[in-house]
């Protein structure tokens, strides 16, 4: 590579860092980075976003259970934690809390509120403009927090090939779930013509799903018109 591409190349990578949503300032407190390494661990967790498994893909359930609680949660939006604050001063004011401001504050509630508001200046020092793609990406769907796998993880649990992250479903794909599922809705057991196949994502790509193999499989319109973006296994 000649000195003028490095040069260039260079140039492309920081236009990108400062393009991009930084990390947060927990998440790089939690793998001891300072503010100057952000890039350098920002380029290593997108790498884990593709070549780690995370296990609830496999088991169909969140192995960690509480333990979830030992890792990081994605930062908060600074107009949603305004939002927040506002509404909590409110229901002190008012005594009374939930969607409509309908059911009496108890004591202990009160309590915990004013502690919280007590709090603003701290917590609104973690909070962020925008939400970096890592974070939103590692978010769990299910549970918010941020998925303990791209954080404990060994070689055993990293893939050799990157997991499809495109709602392109390629062609070759495609012929290889229709033949594993036998042409058979796999909801309703219904054998159908081509025609009337449709290609159902287990886990919904909105939601965090891939668009691997394991992850798709046939369904009829019905069945995956029923289904929408709810994970049904």
């Known amino acids: 590579m000649s000195l003028a591409e490095s040069i260039e190349k260079k140039e492309l990578c920081e236009s990108e860092n400062k393009m991009r949503n930084p990390l947060s300032a927990q998440l790089l407190q939690y793998f001891e980075y300072s503010v100057e390494r952000e890039p350098e661990l920002y380029k290593e967790l ?24 030992d890792f990081p949660l994605p930062p908060c ?15 002190l004011e008012l005594g009374k809390y939930g969607l409509n401001y309908d059911m009496p504050l108890d004591e202990d509630r ?13 917590l609104e020092e973690e909070c962020v403009d925008a939400i970096s793609d890592f974070e939103k990406e590692a978010s769990c769907k ?26 392109t479903i390629s062609h070759s794909t495609l012929i290889r779930v229709v033949r594993r599922d036998n042409n058979t809705c796999q909801v309703c057991g219904k054998i159908l013509m081509d025609k009337e196949i449709e290609i ?34």
């Open 200 to 233: 159902d994502h287990i886990i919904p790509y909105s939601r965090g799903g891939t668009t691997d193999e394991n992850n798709l499989r046939v369904t009829c319109l019905e069945c995956n018109r029923r289904k929408g973006k709810k994970i049904m296994w």
């Open 77 to 91: 939006l600074k107009g949603s934690f305004a939002e927040r604050v506002n509404y909590l001063k409110k229901c």
């Open 46 to 69: 997108t790498n884990r976003l593709h070549n780690i498994c995370k296990p609830c893909w496999e088991l169909k359930y969140c192995p960690y259970g509480p333990l979830v609680e």
């Open 110 to 122: 009160r309590k915990l509120f004013e502690e919280e508001i007590d709090q603003t200046e701290e």
């Open 142 to 167: 299910e549970f918010g927090h941020l998925c303990p796998a791209y954080f404990v993880s060994e070689p055993f649990t990293e893939t050799a090939e990157s997991r499809n992250r495109s709602r």
